[in-house]
């Protein structure tokens, strides 16, 4: 059986500027918790591992209506773009009471307009949502909530709070926080 083409319409053409590979529109990030650990372990003032990093694409809005729109209500999202958002603990954790082990998980969601369903799935290695629901190794609701600012950029980052830290996920005018505690 022939697997169908993906088309990937993030990506630019070749062009005689970078005539290698094509250019991604929604280049790939990386979070960290500590947010500057890479700085912190070039400069000798961390050692080991982190706690927590996330590796996703990043899109942009180019204008373009994300929620209800691009992104469905109800409808399971990458949280990013192109290949499978990833999130990896270096330490076990705890997410409303679910203990998590140490590892590496799919991270994608399910936007509702009041809320979002996060979850961590271990089929990893994805591109897309190809995801395996019998995998599923946990689901957490956490509020969304609307801001007075527009996001240009899908962004997702660690923010520390009283003994624990939030992965924010904000894009648009939305924007959802999923606590950790290490």
Known sequence: ????????????????????????LSP???????????????????????????????????????????????EPWRLGANEATEIQFFQPVTIQKKRIDKGTYLLYAIPYEDHWTIVLNSNLYTWGLKFDLSKDVARFDVPATTKNQMAEYFTMEFEERAGAVDLIMAWENREARLPIQF
């Open 1 to 24: 059986m022939q697997l169908p083409e993906i088309k990937d319409t993030n990506l630019l053409k070749r062009e005689t500027t970078n005539p290698y590979v094509p250019v991604d």
């Open 28 to 74: 790939m990030d990386m979070a960290y918790f500590p947010n500057d650990f890479p700085v912190q372990k070039m400069n000798g003032t961390a050692t080991g591992v982190p706690r927590a990093r996330v590796i996703y694409s990043r899109p942009h809005r180019q204008g373009r209506q994300i929620f209800g729109n691009i992104v469905k209500w109800g």
